[in-house]
Nanobody
Framework: QAQLVESGGGLVQPGGSLRLSCVGS????????MRWYRQAPGKGRELVAA????????NYANSVKGRFTISRDNAKNTVYLEMNSLKPEDTAVYYC??????WGQGTQVTVSS
């Protein structure tokens, strides 16, 4: 059974940092195109960042460019989202996505003083 499990969310003050992790199992992680999405209360799901199987292609939403970094370690079946200079508007549930079809359960990120 293919699974994606996110972790690393929490409460952080504005300007702070967090690193999210998503571990994949039950499929060939090294071949998967991985994405991070987020969904804020009352809003639709938004694509945050994407990374191709060998990290050759990386894309970011304009709202996070220069602050967030997506990376992956195929030996550990893990994709990361390093989030710096966090703002209250980054508050959302963050989801890991595989190949545009499969989702993790999400991890809550709250940016508040």
């Amino acid at each position: 059974q293919a699974q994606l499990v996110e972790s690393g969310g929490g409460l952080v003050q504005p300007g702070g940092s967090l690193r999210l992790s998503c571990v994949g199992s039950g499929f060939t992680f090294s071949s998967a195109f991985m994405r991070w999405y987020r969904q804020a209360p009352g809003k639709g799901r938004e694509l945050v960042a994407a990374i191709s199987s060998a990290s050759a292609t990386i894309n970011y939403a304009n709202s996070v460019k220069g602050r967030f970094t997506i990376s992956r370690d195929n030996a550990k079946n893990t994709v990361y989202l390093e989030m710096n200079s966090l703002k209250p508007e980054d508050t959302a549930v963050y989801y890991c996505n595989r190949d545009g079809r499969y989702w993790g359960q999400g991890t809550q990120v709250t940016v508040s003083s």
